[in-house]
């Protein structure tokens, strides 16, 4: 009887697990050979790697995630990042991934490095494009994470927002995050697709991240992409500079004519790079 209990207690934990890992995140599995995993930026689908998966699924087999809360994937309850981290966690280890490299944008970076910093994966290199240990001491003077909480009146502001302003603002943000004209509208669709409240506390969430010392802990090589667009390389060297200098083992190139979305306005030279890393 009591290994009829331990046996169904078993299969619950197991099934609450999977559930979970479905809800944070939807995954398409493409190509063959050495695996990848591709971690899209905030508000943005897979489809941000569709030209980079079409060349690197040719040798590589590729992950590519979207996260809850972001192009139908149903939204979780907050802590949402956190959740994805832990989502993402169970999927290498049901599918034997620790040895897997780790593409990411933007928060998809900082996702990247996060996992790195834990003692139980191998991976083969974290690449890393536009992506930082700590969006927060970028933004705010003076940061510390216990500072970030939901509760304060941007959010308020932002989950109260009409339609019509929040399509003007993410239009703002998407002609601030391309050089490429011809992709502010799907940058822009993406942030109105986007579960408001995942919009909101997700972004805290990003925020309150704070990895600088951290990433002391990662031992597998770390190759980064910093766009310069629109503040120039000198300021993008300080800010990377500083960031990471608790990292020991990674390389950066910096990314001329290139707004935060390197993969639209930098293209051909991505792809040529990330291959190169890849070898």
Known sequence: MKTIKNVLLITIILFNITLHAQEAYKVKVIGKGAPVLLFPGFTCTGEVWKDVVSELSKTNECHIFTFAGFGGVPAIEKPWLPKIKEGIEGYISKNSLEKATLIGHSLGGSLALWLATEDQYNFNKVIVLDALPSVGALMMPNFKSEHVVYDNPYNKQMLEMDAENFEKQAVQFATGMS???EKHDQIKTWILEADRKTYVYGYTDLMKLDLREDIAKIKVPVFILGATHPFGEENAKRTYTEQYKNLSNYSIEYVKD??????????????????????
Not at 260 to 277: A, C, G
């Open 179 to 181: 050089l490429n004209k």
């Open 258 to 279: 290139s707004a935060h979305f390197i993969m639209y306005d930098q293209p051909e030279y991505l792809i040529k790079t990330i291959k190169s890393e890849l070898k």
